[in-house]
């Protein structure tokens, strides 16, 4: 059995494994262009926020990724992951979704989680994980899980 990836805060520590996720243009296909160093030290102090609309995720101590993990409507917490490649396929986002799934739910919210249409692998986990095709916005899906 594979170890369980951890949800933490970030600290100033994980800017190198962050700018090394970020620049990866693999990783940043469905999302955006690939980040700068400048545009990743942006992010990174918005992560070390009191409010942080992500969370660092780690295995076995070292820095594999992050989730995403803030308010998107009233009712509602949009959550997602972003992975280094070398850990796709091996059930860590399936395991981080039911994570916050649990916390979004004991905090009595409602799921979202918005992806790229082209972005299979996101949908696929939405779906297993009982979410629900809701709407396209913005050029992107929406999957639900009240």
């Known amino acids: 059995m594979h170890m369980k990836p951890a949800i933490r805060k970030f600290n100033e520590s994980d800017y190198e494994p962050l700018y090394c996720l970020l620049s990866d243009p693999k990783v ?8 700068s160093k400048e545009q990743t030290k942006v992010f990174l102090q ?7 609309p992500v969370y660092a995720v780690e295995l076995d101590g070292c820095f594999i990724g992050y989730v995403i993990y803030h308010a ?27 994570q916050m799934t649990d916390k979004a739910r004991n905090a009595g919210k409602s799921l979202i989680i918005e992806c790229d249409p082209g972005q299979e692998a996101t949908k696929h986990i939405a779906v297993k ?13 929406i999957y639900r899980l009240s």
Do not use: N
């Not at 918005?46 to 942080?52: E, I, K, N, R, V």
């Not at 809701?134 to 992107?140: N, V």
């Open 46 to 52: 918005a992560a070390l926020s009191d409010h942080p």
């Open 129 to 141: 994980h009982g979410f629900v095709w809701s709407e396209k916005r913005d050029g992107l899906e």
């Open 28 to 35: 940043m296909l469905y999302l955006e262009p690939p980040y």
């Open 72 to 98: 998107y409507d009233q009712d509602s917490v949009e959550i997602g992951w972003v992975l280094y490649p070398e850990c796709w396929g091996k059930g860590y986002a399936s395991e981080l979704t039911k």
